[in-house]
Nanobody, 120 residues
Framework: QVQLVESGGGLVQAGGSLRLSCAAS????????MGWYRQAPGKQRELVAA???????NYADSVKGRFTISRDNAKNTVYLQMNSLKPEDTAVYYC??????????????WGQGTLVTVSS
């Protein structure tokens, strides 16, 4: 069974920084795109940032210049460095990955979510 486990959320003051991590585990053959989504109370889940296996990235306009996504393919891990945090960044952040498992099945896997709260 393939799973994603996130860590690094918490409470931070506006202007501060946090780093989220998401590690994939289980029977994994390969991992294609990985990304971070977030869902604020009363809002739809939205893409924050994504990264391909080759390292190409894309970001939501609201986080460009403040957030950086990266990955360590050897560790099957994706990171989200969040700087200059704003109260409107408060949300549950979810990790997502397109994974080919050991049986060569194509899976879209989600993490359980980690809460980020930015106080003003």
């Amino acid at each position: 069974q393939v799973q994603l486990v996130e860590s690094g959320g918490g409470l931070v003051q506006a202007g501060g920084s946090l780093r989220l991590s998401c590690a994939a585990s289980g029977s994994i053959f390969s991992i294609n795109a990985m990304g971070w989504y977030r869902q604020a109370p009363g809002k739809q889940r939205e893409l924050v940032a994504a990264i391909t296996s080759g390292g190409s990235t894309n970001y939501a306009d609201s986080v460009k210049g403040r957030f950086t996504i990266s990955r360590d393919n050897a560790k099957n891990t994706v990171y989200l460095q969040m700087n200059s945090l704003k109260p409107e960044d408060t949300a549950v952040y979810y990790c997502n990955a397109d994974i080919v498992d050991g049986s060569e099945r194509y899976l879209e896997v989600w993490g359980q979510g980690t809460l980020v709260t930015v106080s003003s």
